[in-house]
Protein backbone atom coordinates (compact mmCIF):
# COMPACT_ATOMS: atom_id res chain seq x y z
CA UNK A 1 0.00 0.00 0.00
CA UNK A 2 1.52 3.60 -0.85
CA UNK A 3 1.17 5.93 1.54
CA UNK A 4 2.81 9.88 1.43
CA UNK A 5 3.56 11.68 4.19
CA UNK A 6 4.50 14.82 4.15
CA UNK A 7 5.88 17.46 6.89
CA UNK A 8 7.43 20.48 7.34
CA UNK A 9 4.70 22.90 7.23
CA UNK A 10 4.12 26.11 9.03
CA UNK A 11 3.75 29.84 9.42
CA UNK A 12 6.34 32.23 8.79
CA UNK A 13 7.10 35.55 7.68
CA UNK A 14 7.34 36.56 3.43
CA UNK A 15 11.09 36.51 2.56
CA UNK A 16 11.76 33.44 5.12
CA UNK A 17 12.58 29.74 3.85
CA UNK A 18 10.86 26.50 4.72
CA UNK A 19 11.33 23.25 3.67
CA UNK A 20 9.12 20.79 3.33
CA UNK A 21 9.34 16.85 3.07
CA UNK A 22 7.39 13.66 1.62
CA UNK A 23 8.39 10.62 2.92
CA UNK A 24 6.95 7.34 0.69
CA UNK A 25 6.59 4.07 1.97
CA UNK A 26 5.01 0.79 0.10
CA UNK A 27 6.95 1.14 -3.06
CA UNK A 28 10.45 2.12 -4.23
CA UNK A 29 10.45 5.40 -6.01
CA UNK A 30 12.48 4.73 -8.84
CA UNK A 31 11.36 5.33 -12.15
CA UNK A 32 8.11 7.61 -11.13
CA UNK A 33 6.90 11.49 -11.38
CA UNK A 34 6.88 12.37 -7.81
CA UNK A 35 5.35 15.90 -7.54
CA UNK A 36 4.76 19.22 -5.10
CA UNK A 37 0.86 20.57 -5.07
CA UNK A 38 -0.63 23.50 -3.82
CA UNK A 39 -4.18 24.74 -3.03
CA UNK A 40 -5.04 27.98 -1.16
CA UNK A 41 -8.64 28.78 -0.54
CA UNK A 42 -11.31 28.77 -2.54
CA UNK A 43 -8.62 28.00 -5.35
CA UNK A 44 -7.87 25.25 -7.14
CA UNK A 45 -5.24 22.95 -6.63
CA UNK A 46 -2.04 23.76 -9.11
CA UNK A 47 0.86 22.00 -9.63
CA UNK A 48 4.36 23.45 -7.66
CA UNK A 49 6.83 21.02 -9.53
CA UNK A 50 8.11 17.52 -10.37
CA UNK A 51 11.09 14.91 -10.10
CA UNK A 52 11.71 12.31 -12.21
CA UNK A 53 13.25 9.99 -9.70
CA UNK A 54 14.99 7.46 -11.85
CA UNK A 55 17.56 10.51 -13.31
CA UNK A 56 16.41 13.58 -10.94
CA UNK A 57 15.73 16.13 -13.71
CA UNK A 58 12.82 18.81 -12.65
CA UNK A 59 10.32 21.02 -13.69
CA UNK A 60 8.40 24.23 -12.16
CA UNK A 61 5.41 26.35 -12.28
CA UNK A 62 6.16 29.98 -13.30
CA UNK A 63 5.30 31.53 -9.96
CA UNK A 64 7.55 29.37 -8.20
CA UNK A 65 10.73 28.79 -10.72
CA UNK A 66 14.02 30.37 -9.29
CA UNK A 67 12.67 30.02 -5.69
CA UNK A 68 11.41 26.74 -5.02
CA UNK A 69 14.00 23.39 -5.21
CA UNK A 70 12.60 19.82 -5.48
CA UNK A 71 15.21 17.37 -4.13
CA UNK A 72 15.19 13.49 -3.46
CA UNK A 73 17.06 11.37 -1.53
CA UNK A 74 16.40 7.55 -2.89
CA UNK A 75 17.79 5.99 0.59
CA UNK A 76 15.25 7.37 2.33
CA UNK A 77 12.71 7.63 -0.59
CA UNK A 78 11.99 11.28 0.65
CA UNK A 79 11.81 14.38 -1.43
CA UNK A 80 12.03 17.83 -0.39
CA UNK A 81 11.21 21.23 -1.45
CA UNK A 82 12.90 23.83 -0.69
CA UNK A 83 10.75 27.22 -0.18
CA UNK A 84 13.00 30.48 -0.72
CA UNK A 85 12.19 34.20 -0.80
CA UNK A 86 8.23 32.91 0.45
CA UNK A 87 5.67 35.14 -0.39
CA UNK A 88 2.43 35.62 1.21
CA UNK A 89 0.75 34.48 -2.11
CA UNK A 90 2.98 31.22 -1.38
CA UNK A 91 0.07 30.55 1.48
CA UNK A 92 -1.55 27.18 1.08
CA UNK A 93 -1.85 23.31 1.68
CA UNK A 94 0.84 21.94 0.12
CA UNK A 95 0.40 18.02 -1.22
CA UNK A 96 2.96 15.53 -2.32
CA UNK A 97 2.47 12.65 -5.11
CA UNK A 98 3.37 10.34 -6.55
CA UNK A 99 3.43 8.27 -10.35
CA UNK A 100 4.62 4.95 -10.36
CA UNK A 101 6.42 3.71 -13.66
CA UNK A 102 6.58 6.89 -15.51
CA UNK A 103 9.16 8.48 -17.46
CA UNK A 104 10.71 11.19 -17.46
CA UNK A 105 9.01 13.15 -20.57
CA UNK A 106 5.92 12.40 -18.56
CA UNK A 107 6.14 14.29 -15.92
CA UNK A 108 5.71 17.76 -16.50
CA UNK A 109 2.82 16.84 -18.31
CA UNK A 110 1.15 15.01 -15.70
CA UNK A 111 2.20 17.63 -13.42
CA UNK A 112 0.27 20.18 -15.14
CA UNK A 113 -2.80 17.72 -15.63
CA UNK A 114 -2.77 16.61 -12.42
CA UNK A 115 -2.49 13.07 -13.05
CA UNK A 116 -0.70 11.43 -10.12
CA UNK A 117 -2.61 8.18 -8.40
CA UNK A 118 -1.24 8.44 -4.99
CA UNK A 119 -1.60 11.63 -2.95
CA UNK A 120 -0.25 12.55 0.49
CA UNK A 121 -3.04 14.84 3.44
CA UNK A 122 -1.23 17.53 3.06
CA UNK A 123 0.90 20.56 5.24
CA UNK A 124 -0.25 24.21 5.72
CA UNK A 125 2.56 26.81 4.66
CA UNK A 126 1.40 29.73 5.59
CA UNK A 127 3.18 33.27 4.68
CA UNK A 128 2.71 36.20 6.62
CA UNK A 129 3.43 39.93 5.30
Known amino acids: QVQLVESGGGSVQAGRSLRLSCVASGYTGRNSCMGWFRQAAGKEREGVGV????????YYADPVKDRFTISQDNAKNTMYLQMSSLKPEDTAMYYCAAERFADADSCAYKLRMKLFTYWGQGTQVTVSS
Open 51 to 58: VYTGGGVT
